[in-house]
């Protein structure tokens, strides 16, 4: 992220829903001028902080032409980070799982990391497949625990996509098939005849993956 100021305003567009009067401080992405209150980027983001902290007096964000430039983020990515701040909480739910990664992913960048759990949570409330969401978690270093039902499911498939192998990655894989092994010698145990692993309990397989996957149990 580069802090400057715009030295073309004539070209610059405002942005018809996040250029705020009230608003405290001013960013330009894309050729788009946001303004909006800078209490959320102080009181939410160390990273933002940071950035206030080390700006010059003409690049300070506290006018248009002085405006923070985002220039590793797009002007609609932006623009859903904002909606966290300015929409109301009852409209969270109506929201696509597209939209929730682009939180995720910029909260995380720029370390809004109550913004971040807020999108964990909504992605949680999805319907998203198993392998996506193991993708997805793995990649923003989710809590492992959260992904028990989806790993799960996997174990209790009959069979694997050689896609789903290859976009899961070897490692995962190669769990999965250790969990697999060990819940069908479970189902032995306890007398089912050609056992698969959909034969062992519920909790008997979850403790397994804890276990496996290196899970915390609480």
Not at 118 to 138: G, S
Not at 156 to 169: A, H, M, P, T, Y
Request: with cysteine; proline share 4%; glycine share 4%.
């Amino acid at each position: 992220m580069t802090d400057t100021s715009d030295s073309n305003m004539s070209k610059v567009k405002y942005h018809p829903q996040y250029h705020l009067r009230s608003g405290s401080v001013s960013f330009y992405v894309e050729g788009t001028l946001f303004r909006v209150h800078k209490y959320f980027f102080e009181r939410e983001s160390e990273y933002f902080q940071h950035i206030f902290e080390a700006a010059g007096q003409d690049e300070d964000g506290h006018s248009d032409r002085a405006a923070f430039r985002l220039n590793d983020v797009k002007a609609s990515e932006f623009e859903r980070l904002l909606w966290v701040f300015y929409n109301p909480r009852y409209m969270y739910d109506e929201q696509p799982k597209d939209h929730w990664v682009t939180i995720l992913d910029l909260a995380t960048r720029w370390k809004f990391p109550n913004v971040r759990d807020l999108a964990v949570r909504q992605l949680q409330k999805l319907d998203i497949k198993p392998v996506e969401r193991i993708i997805l978690y793995d990649e923003y270093n989710i809590d492992k625990s959260l992904l028990l039902p989806a790993y799960t499911l996997l174990c209790k498939q009959s069979s694997r996509s050689v896609e789903d192998g290859e976009q899961l990655g070897m490692p995962t894989v190669l769990k999965i098939s250790e969990a697999r092994e060990s819940a069908q010698r479970v189902a032995a145990e306890q007398g089912c005849r050609s056992p698969t692993s959909a034969d062992a309990a519920d909790e008997e397989l979850a403790e397994i993956l804890r276990d496996v996957f290196g899970m915390s149990s609480g």
